[in-house]
């Protein structure tokens, strides 16, 4: 079966600090990749995606970036984090290519930022 | 393109009671929907999922929904509410064509003894 893990699950950075989440996704090859982060109350915003090893797609202008450097590791960086930048980030997978089947989520790391 | 809107951020339901979600799409293209439930402070587990077989859909801890083309709907039931069921519902949406997956803003559901 397949599982997703994602850590650390919780992180206190200062103004400024850079940044490193990773993700790892086991039992299944060439999976979609997807970053979110999630705000109170408003529903999740999708940061990054990625179909295959090297390839990243940005919906959101930010201080973030994603990486991907083997099939199934989704690494959300960021050189100075900004208070703005606080939030709980989701890592999820998708079979490969184009379906009707779900996204299926890892626990999340919720970031501090002081 | 494509939306979904879940009407009310917040339904408090007591204890026993029918629980309903509800979740209005837009797509202009056969749509695949899903819900997904949020307890705190974890990621997303999937509740079930419409990918154009039945229209009836039954998931897990009793959950059930029905896509409804005609209104647009797919909105999420359960017959008798527990107090474990409280926790934040994502209504999702997805076509072939695409990588990317629509969220509504969720439903915190209330849970009341």
């Known amino acids: 079966s397949q599982t997703i893990h994602q850590w650390p699950a919780t992180l206190v950075q200062p103004v400024g600090s850079p940044l490193s989440l990773e993700c790892t996704v086991e039992g299944t090859s060439n999976p979609n990749l997807y970053w979110y982060r999630q705000a109170a109350g408003r529903g999740l915003q999708l940061l990054f995606y990625?179909?295959?090893?090297?390839?990243i797609s940005s919906e959101v202008p930010q201080n973030l970036s994603a990486s991907r450097p083997q099939d199934r590791q989704f690494i959300l960086s960021s050189k100075k984090l900004l208070l703005s930048d606080s939030g709980f980030y989701l890592c999820?997978?998708?079979?490969?290519?184009?379906?009707?089947?779900?996204?299926?989520f890892g626990d999340g790391t919720r970031l501090s930022i002081l | 393109a494509q939306s979904v809107t879940q009407l009310g951020s917040h339904v408090s339901v007591s204890e026993g009671a029918l629980v309903l979600l509800r979740c209005n799409y837009s797509?202009?293209?056969?749509?695949?929907l899903f819900w997904y439930v949020q307890y705190p402070n974890q990621g997303l587990q999937l509740l079930l999922k419409y990918t154009s077989a039945a229209t009836l859909v039954k998931g897990i801890n009793g959950f059930e929904a029905e896509f409804k083309k005609s209104e647009t709907s797919f909105h999420l039931t359960k017959p008798s509410a527990h107090m474990s069921d409280a926790a934040e519902y994502f209504c999702a949406v997805t076509r072939s064509g695409t990588y990317k997956y629509i969220f509504g803003t969720g439903t915190r559901l209330k849970v009341l003894a």
């Open positions: 999820a997978w998708s079979v490969e290519g184009w379906s009707n089947q779900p996204q299926h």
């Open positions: 797509s202009s293209v056969p749509p695949y």
């Open positions: 990625s179909v295959g090893i090297g390839q």
